[in-house]
């Protein structure tokens, strides 16, 4: 059974720093591709970033340029570096892992981004 934990989350002033990380089991995870969605109460899921099996990165254009997303095969884990942090950027931050036309899904971690 595939399960994702994140951790990471917090409470930063604008202008800040966070890293999430996603903590994969139960996948083989360097076959898999994966990513973080955010979302607010009454609004949709928003894709975030994305990186394929093979290191392919997209962005959506809210966070592009602020921030990154990696992973470490070797510890079946995905980071979700956020800098330069915006209000905008509060948002509960889910990860997902893609493994053989299922999605995935973690418990979420909140960011809120205030002063």
């Known amino acids: 059974q595939v399960q994702l934990v994140e951790s990471g989350g917090g409470l930063v002033q604008p202008g800040g720093s966070l890293r999430l990380s996603c903590a994969a089991s139960?996948?083989?995870?360097?076959?898999?591709?994966m990513g973080w969605y955010r979302q607010n109460p009454g609004k949709e899921r928003e894709l975030v970033a994305a990186?394929?099996?093979?290191?392919?990165?997209n962005f959506s254009d809210s966070v592009k340029g602020r921030f990154t997303i990696s992973r470490d095969n070797a510890k079946k884990t995905a980071y979700l570096q956020m800098n330069s942090l915006k209000p905008e950027d509060t948002a509960v931050y889910y990860c997902?892992?893609?493994?053989?036309?299922?999605?995935?899904w973690g418990q979420g971690t909140q960011v809120t981004v205030s002063s």
């Open positions: 997902y892992v893609d493994r053989l036309g299922y999605r995935y």
């Open positions: 139960g996948t083989d995870f360097s076959l898999n591709d």
């Open positions: 990186i394929t099996w093979i290191g392919t990165t």
